[in-house]
């Protein structure tokens, strides 16, 4: 009896270990990663899939797009275009829980190879984001997100 109750707490125990949940944080952080990873092999589509069908965008040049199909539709002319040989890094993420199955997550990264559209190298841009996530069937989607390129205020010394 005694063995057989070991064995059951021993099995719950790799059970528990082999099936922990993810925290919000750290699902996001992944969710993050592959993001990343899509945006760096320009897949519009993939990276589209990232957002709940009815989610949104607003890039930092002030395109607007709602819903999935949009959202492929802007990232394929940006990535088929400016941002065809650009690479994607975060270097700070924070995600504050909202309610049990919602977040909000601030990303810092740079954009690194945008081309102008005359073909001139543009500089790295360093960006920032602001995402609200949303738990839907198990994966985390995002509902909105907002990246921008910080501004210094008009007639301050550039940071």
Request: glycine share 8%; proline share 7%.
């Given at each position: 009896?005694?063995?057989?109750?070991?064995?059951?707490?021993?099995?719950?125990?790799?059970?528990?270990?082999?099936?922990?949940?993810?925290?919000?944080?750290?699902?996001?952080?992944?969710?993050?990663?592959?993001?990343?990873?899509?945006?760096?092999?320009?897949?519009?589509?993939?990276?589209?899939?990232?957002?709940?069908?009815?989610?949104?965008?607003?890039?930092?040049?002030?395109?607007?797009?709602?819903?999935?199909?949009?959202?492929?539709?802007?990232?394929?002319?940006?990535?088929?275009?400016?941002?065809?040989?650009?690479?994607f890094t975060t270097s700070?993420?924070?995600?504050?829980?909202?309610?049990?199955?919602?977040?909000?997550?601030?990303?810092?990264?740079?954009?690194?190879?945008?081309?102008?559209?005359?073909?001139?190298?543009?500089?790295?841009?360093?960006?920032?984001?602001?995402?609200?996530?949303?738990?839907?069937?198990?994966?985390?989607?995002?509902?909105?997100?907002?990246?921008?390129?910080?501004?210094?205020?008009?007639?301050?010394?550039?940071?």
């Amino acid at each position: 009896m005694k063995k057989a109750f070991l064995g059951v707490v021993a099995l719950n125990v790799i059970a528990a270990g082999v099936f922990a949940a993810d925290t919000p944080t750290q699902a996001i952080e992944k969710r993050t990663a592959e993001f990343v990873a899509a945006w760096n092999r320009h897949d519009p589509k993939a990276m589209a899939a990232f957002w709940a069908s009815d989610g949104d965008l607003m890039n930092p040049f002030g395109r607007w797009a709602k819903g999935r199909e949009e959202i492929t539709k802007l990232l394929t002319g940006e990535h088929s275009g400016v941002m065809k040989a650009t690479t994607f890094t975060t270097s700070a993420i924070t995600v504050r829980t909202l309610a049990p199955n919602v977040a909000l997550a601030d990303w810092d990264f740079t954009v690194a190879g945008i081309a102008a559209p005359d073909g001139s190298a543009v500089p790295t841009q360093k960006m920032h984001a602001a995402a609200v996530w949303e738990k839907k069937g198990g994966t985390w989607l995002v509902l909105a997100n907002r990246p921008m390129l910080p501004a210094p205020l008009p007639g301050a010394a550039p940071r």
